[in-house]
């Protein structure tokens, strides 16, 4: 097939328009949100114009099928509250691009995908992980946003967008090209990764409450400050897990939600969110025990209480062995001294879609490591690697009809 760079980059610079931030390339496109709508109809045309056949699902994944059964490509194109123009995007894109120039090669065929919410702004991975049955229809709609509102009010702006579900058996795999969203490629001057295996997640919401009071009058020893709590439960928080953890496990607290936020009050309330990653689901249990024992014993200390959401997550997902090995045979063929396999610190629809089908994933380096910031970016040139190596995976994969026996 031939690929057509130009197009496929003009394609990635049209996409950051939709809620283009104005700093560098970065977009404000959260899931439901207008620009986020306006970007999925938009291609929406751009598959029909393909001579895809167009189907929004019950949640707003937006599905570009090819007749029979095909190999599925994509991402998503939601974003961070502060994102960067590639996060999603280039898998969206590069599965467009390689879905054309294979329809005009006469094959192979190709499907395209752009989940909705992978960025969690309900949950994690939240389409991906609906459409894949980790994460059940009435428990998402359930969810509220740090705003309130609910992924059953949000999901209800599809209006008639919204079809029937896709189903999985139509596909043979997928991939997903990604950013790194690391410092790996780009400190090793490398501009392939080959992920192994995709790291688990665990996000939930704590509240702690304490009793408003006036900051001038209320006596420390009297005070049941809620922010003084947080800030005791995350300094013991990292004492208690170093003894454990690994270099590869993160935890971290990324929303605060003090209330009520002023200078001369002593805070009764602050609501947060707590998100611990790790490889191994084993560890990803033990610190979870850790959290509630840190929150229940720095509770009792400062005389507050806390209630907690139940926690979300994805398990640790191994990649598939052939689809690996399509992409590593690419690599080494295009790009011989420039590619690893390595692991995903990020979460990607494609750990959710691993319970579905054989599924593997392609990195491009990210410039300094930058993700889920405005100033997130990659070289044009190492756009156009990822490109070719996952059009030469997928075309490998294709003809060698390398799929496990219980994939037609
Ligand atoms: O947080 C993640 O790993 C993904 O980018 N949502
Ligand atoms: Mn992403
Ligand atoms: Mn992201």
Redesign the pocket.
């Known amino acids: 097939m031939k690929l057509n760079h130009a197009r496929f980059l003009n394609r990635l610079e049209t996409l950051a328009q939709f809620g283009a931030s104005g700093v560098f390339k970065g977009v404000v496109r959260p899931a439901y949100s207008e620009p986020d709508l306006a970007a999925r109809d938009w291609i929406a045309q751009e598959m029909e114009q393909i001579g895809l056949e167009v189907q929004f699902d019950p949640v707003g994944n937006l599905f570009g099928l090819t007749e029979g059964q095909s190999i599925l490509l994509g991402?998503?194109t939601d974003s961070q509250p502060q994102g960067g123009w590639l996060?999603?995007a280039l898998g969206v894109i590069g599965a467009l691009e390689i879905a054309q120039a294979s329809m005009e090669a006469g094959g192979p065929p190709i499907s395209v995908v752009n989940f909705q919410d992978?960025?969690g702004r309900f949950g994690v991975t939240t389409g991906s992980a609906i459409w894949s049955g980790v994460l059940p229809l009435e428990q998402a709609d359930r969810i509220v946003d740090a705003r309130g509102e609910s992924f059953a009010q949000a999901r209800s702006k599809l209006g008639t967008r919204a079809q029937g579900w896709v189903d999985p058996a139509r596909f043979s795999a997928f991939l997903e090209m990604?950013i790194e969203?690391g410092p790996v490629l780009d400190q090793r001057e490398l501009g392939i990764g080959v992920v192994s295996n995709i790291v688990g997640i665990r996000d939930m919401r704590v509240q702690i409450d304490g009793e408003q009071n006036h900051a001038g009058t209320t006596p420390m020893s009297m005070r049941k400050d809620a922010f003084q709590a947080l800030a005791s439960f995350a300094v013991t928080l990292n004492a208690k897990i170093a003894s454990y953890v690994t270099h590869e496990t993160v935890w971290t607290i990324g929303h605060v939600d003090l209330v009520p936020n002023a200078a001369s009050v002593v805070p009764g309330t602050v609501t947060f969110s707590m998100q611990w990653r790790d490889a191994s689901l084993a560890r990803l249990d033990q610190i979870q025990d850790c959290i509630f024992d840190t929150l229940q014993m720095v509770c009792a200390e400062h005389g507050v209480t806390f209630s907690c959401s139940e926690p979300l997550g994805i398990v640790p997902t191994q990649m598939d062995q052939s689809v690996q090995t399509a992409l590593q045979h690419a690599a080494q063929e295009l790009t011989p001294s420039l590619w690893i396999d390595m692991p995903s610190g990020?979460l990607?629809d494609a750990a959710n879609v691993a319970k579905l089908m054989p599924t593997g994933m392609l990195f491009v380096p990210s410039i300094g490591g930058l993700s889920h910031t405005f100033t997130e970016h990659t070289d044009p040139k190492d756009l156009f690697r990822g490109l070719d190596v996952l059009a030469a995976g997928v075309t490998r994969l294709w003809r060698r009809n390398s799929f496990p026996s219980h994939i037609a």
């Open positions: 991402s998503h996060d999603g992978e960025e990604h969203q990020a990607h």
